[in-house]
């Protein structure tokens, strides 16, 4: 699926995203392994998502 994701701040949003749902994920570990392990795909999965975008040029 895709999707399309308006951010202010383009890709810096997103990389605070990111990094919201790997601290999340560290956090919630002991509590919920299951779901932190699903949040850090989906970081994963974002972040390999920014790494196919065309790099900017100046």
Known sequence: ???LLRLPRGTDDL???IEAL???ADTK?????QLA???RELAH???????L???PTD
Do not use: F, K, N, Y
């Not at 999965?45 to 790494?51: A, E, M, R, V, W």
């Open 1 to 3: 699926m895709a999707v």
């Open 29 to 33: 570990q002991a509590d919920a392994p």
């Open 45 to 51: 999965s974002i972040g390999d998502g920014l790494d």
């Open 53 to 55: 975008l065309p790099r």
């Open 22 to 24: 790997l601290t999340a």
């Open 15 to 17: 990389a605070e995203i």
């Open 37 to 39: 392990e699903r949040w």
